[in-house]
């Protein structure tokens, strides 16, 4: 069917349809939609609402788990407050904003050894430290019954830094409180700088006792690094106490540690008729190990230092130095650093250290000798050879007990270890 035929029919059509038609349409009353049929519904608009619905409530409730897991995290996982308990050795213990230990480390060897065995994940601090202190008397540790032990805190807020020291301080005198021992607890807040933390890995200790050093380094400026990270705590408050130094400056106590001004006296000590030998100079009077060494390589020109050592009844260092196929003997007053005695001879090709440069050399040798034993003084430390080996023989002396040590000349392996009790 064309076009023309579609609108003829259409004109009919109109054309035979009842007049009043459209004015019956006109007069009919409109009745209103009560529901929308299925060409007027809006699935459209529908669809996307429920769609919708569930994804807001699906990104709701991932913020909420993301909030709360950094929350968690927060509080449980980040480190909050740093404790540093120096004995010997040092430990140091990282609390959480909950005040449970998550994290427990050694500043030496003795340290590690020390903390090895301790169960500390989400503990309170007191019971880590009893841990702490159980294994340091196990291992004979704390066997002298004078013992003077530092406690340090570093926290943003120095009031519950003050708060963890006073806390600590009660649990050790409450561990103690049934044992024979004469305690001193120094306590101090701390602060963290790159220049300590750097101080404090290089030599192997706590950043609160190189915060302790330092600041003895502030109230007396005559004292001299090399010569304090090497001394133990006990030894540091007498060389304190003897050169009248204001320690409540820089450190808080409740204990009376002016005693420890006065050396221990046995009970059953008798006057004494026949004179007795000089005591040996304070650490303060004598010239360090490290002084001596540069002395007498100044004197010679050069060299290696093959044998050092302190010979207390003469109070003189006897040196060996080899250079330039030469070996040195030297003898010096350790109070004044004056060479008293220098001898020389050539020495035999089979007898010559110096110029290898496979061995870790003398300072190396004591660095480990004194982080093996958790600091102390040098008696003697020579390069010797036995059974086709070179090795550092050293003697130390740390709070009044003796350690000799072996060392691997070229590998820096301890090979023995000796306590003398």
Same mark, same amino acid.
């Given at each position: 069917?064309?076009?023309?035929?579609?609108?003829?029919? /259409?004109?009919?059509?109109?054309?035979?349809?009842?007049?009043?038609? +459209?004015? #019956?349409?006109?007069?009919?009353? %409109?009745?209103?939609?009560?529901?929308?049929?299925?060409?007027?519904?809006?699935?459209?608009?529908?669809?996307?609402?429920?769609?919708?619905?569930?994804?807001?409530?699906?990104?709701?409730?991932? !913020?909420?788990?993301?909030?709360? !897991?950094?929350?968690?995290?927060?509080?449980? +996982?980040?480190?909050?407050?740093?404790? *540093?308990?120096?004995?010997?050795?040092?430990?140091?213990?990282?609390?959480?904003?909950?005040?449970?230990?998550?994290?427990?480390?050694?500043?030496?060897? !003795?340290?590690?050894? $020390? $903390?090895?065995?301790?169960? *500390?994940?989400?503990?309170?601090?007191?019971?880590?430290?009893?841990?702490?202190?159980?294994?340091?008397?196990?291992?004979?540790?704390?066997?002298?019954?004078?013992?003077?032990?530092?406690?340090?805190?570093?926290?943003?807020?120095?009031?519950?830094?003050?708060?963890?020291?006073?806390?600590?301080?009660?649990?050790?005198?409450?561990?103690?409180?049934?044992?024979?021992?004469?305690?001193?607890?120094?306590?101090?807040?701390?602060?963290?700088?790159?220049?300590?933390?750097?101080?404090?890995?290089?030599?192997?200790?706590?950043?609160?006792?190189?915060?302790?050093?330092?600041?003895?380094? %502030? !109230?007396?400026?005559?004292?001299?690094?090399?010569?304090?990270?090497? /001394?133990?705590?006990? &030894?540091? @408050?007498?060389?304190?106490?003897?050169?009248?130094?204001?320690?409540?400056?820089?450190?808080?106590?409740?204990?009376?540690?002016?005693?420890?001004?006065?050396?221990?006296?046995?009970?059953?000590?008798?006057?004494?008729?026949?004179?007795?030998?000089?005591?040996?100079?304070?650490?303060?009077?004598? =010239?360090?190990?490290?002084?001596?060494? &540069?002395?007498? @390589?100044?004197?010679?020109?050069?060299?290696?230092?093959? &044998?050092?050592? *302190?010979?207390?009844?003469?109070?003189?260092?006897?040196?060996? %130095?080899?250079?330039?196929?030469?070996?040195?003997?030297?003898?010096?007053?350790? @109070?004044?650093?004056?060479?008293?005695? $220098?001898?020389?001879?050539?020495?035999?090709?089979?007898?010559?250290?110096?110029?290898?440069?496979?061995?870790?050399?003398?300072?190396?040798?004591?660095?480990?000798?004194?982080?093996?034993?958790?600091?102390?003084?040098?008696?003697?430390?020579?390069?010797?050879?036995?059974?086709?080996?070179? $090795?550092?023989?050293?003697?130390?002396?740390?709070?009044? =007990?003796?350690?000799?040590?072996?060392?691997?000349?070229? #590998?820096?392996?301890?090979?023995?270890?000796?306590?003398?009790?």
């Amino acid at each position: 069917m064309n076009n023309k035929e579609i609108q003829q029919r /259409l004109q009919r059509a109109v054309n035979e349809a009842p007049i009043d038609l +459209f004015k #019956t349409i006109q007069d009919t009353p %409109i009745e209103k939609m009560q529901k929308h049929d299925s060409v007027t519904e809006q699935k459209k608009s529908s669809i996307h609402r429920r769609f919708l619905r569930p994804l807001s409530l699906g990104v709701s409730f991932m !913020l909420m788990l993301v909030m709360g !897991l950094t929350g968690w995290y927060y509080y449980s +996982f980040s480190p909050d407050s740093y404790l *540093y308990f120096d004995v010997n050795p040092g430990i140091e213990i990282v609390t959480n904003r909950q005040d449970q230990v998550i994290d427990v480390s050694g500043s030496n060897d !003795l340290g590690k050894e $020390i $903390i090895a065995s301790i169960d *500390y994940r989400k503990k309170e601090i007191g019971q880590v430290q009893e841990q702490i202190l159980d294994n340091m008397l196990e291992k004979g540790i704390l066997k002298d019954t004078r013992q003077v032990m530092l406690v340090s805190a570093f926290n943003k807020d120095q009031e519950k830094s003050k708060e963890i020291l006073r806390n600590f301080d009660n649990t050790i005198h409450q561990y103690f409180d049934d044992k024979e021992f004469t305690l001193v607890v120094l306590r101090q807040v701390i602060d963290k700088n790159s220049t300590l933390v750097e101080f404090s890995e290089n030599y192997n200790m706590t950043m609160g006792k190189i915060t302790f050093i330092r600041n003895l380094m %502030i !109230l007396n400026p005559d004292f001299l690094l090399e010569d304090l990270v090497h /001394l133990s705590l006990k &030894e540091l @408050l007498m060389l304190s106490l003897q050169t009248d130094l204001r320690l409540d400056r820089i450190v808080e106590s409740d204990d009376n540690y002016e005693e420890f001004r006065l050396p221990d006296i046995p009970e059953s000590s008798e006057p004494e008729t026949e004179p007795q030998n000089q005591p040996k100079p304070g650490l303060s009077e004598r =010239v360090s190990m490290h002084e001596a060494k &540069e002395i007498a @390589l100044n004197r010679v020109g050069g060299g290696m230092v093959i &044998e050092l050592e *302190y010979d207390a009844d003469d109070q003189e260092y006897e040196i060996t %130095i080899q250079f330039n196929g030469y070996e040195y003997e030297i003898e010096m007053d350790a @109070l004044t650093g004056d060479i008293t005695e $220098i001898d020389s001879d050539e020495l035999d090709d089979d007898d010559r250290f110096y110029g290898d440069p496979g061995l870790i050399g003398l300072n190396q040798a004591r660095e480990i000798a004194l982080n093996r034993v958790g600091g102390g003084i040098i008696e003697k430390i020579e390069l010797d050879e036995e059974d086709d080996r070179f $090795i550092y023989e050293v003697e130390l002396d740390f709070d009044g =007990v003796e350690y000799e040590l072996e060392i691997d000349a070229y #590998t820096g392996e301890i090979l023995s270890f000796e306590k003398d009790d």
